[in-house]
């Protein structure tokens, strides 16, 4: 069975301070991966999506960027946050475009906090 | 015309009661509608979905009513519980165009919804 993780759990970063948060998914390839951002209270902001290594779109412009190293793996990363990065951060798959699979399936998340 | 519009924001309803959330899409091309259930803390779970060949889909408790002429679909919610106290998203997307930003999935708003005992 596949099965996503995220770590880590939480985070509290100073204003101007580096961000490395990453999601690994297990039991699938070449699945589509997914960010999210949510506000408190708020809906699902996508950030980036990717179809495979090295392919990354991004769907809003920001503070934020994404890497895809490993099929399995996704990076969100920040040279220097702001108090607006504050958030609930989601990844999520899908399978790969060869499945055509419509069901996406999210990560436990990640809470940062920007001080 | 790429979203997805949800009602009502917030729900309060008594145990054993019906919960209803609509969701109203715009784009003719989506065929694919999932619903998302999500407890604080936690990251959304999938729920239930439908895609336009049928009008109902039942699971247990929860049914998603499709009307593909209206371009409109509902979660309900039977016998509703406590336990069912959580924020609820609609979503729809293009399989047709998997793989580009088309074929990704748009959200609704969400309803926070409240049951009470």
Known sequence: SQTIHQWPATLVQPVGSPLSLECTVEGTSNPNLYWYRQAAGRGLQLLFYSVGIGQISSEVPQNLSASRPQDWQFILSSKKLLLSDSGFYLCAWRQGAEFKGSEQYFGPGTRLTVT | ?117
């Open chain 2, 1 to 117: 015309q790429q979203q997805v519009k949800q009602s009502p924001q917030s729900l309060i309803v008594q145990k054993g009661g019906i919960s209803i959330i609509n969701c109203a899409y715009e784009n003719t091309a989506f065929d694919y509608f999932p619903w998302y259930q999500q407890f604080p803390g936690k990251g959304p779970a999938l729920l239930i979905a439908i895609r336009p060949d049928v009008s109902e889909k039942k699971e247990g408790r929860f049914t998603i009513s499709f009307n593909k002429s209206a371009k409109q679909f509902s979660l309900h919610i039977m016998d509703s519980q406590p336990g069912d106290s959580a924020t609820y998203f609609c979503a729809a997307s293009m399989t047709m165009n998997y793989g580009g930003s088309q074929g990704n999935l748009i959200f609704g708003k969400g309803t926070k919804l409240s049951v009470k005992p």
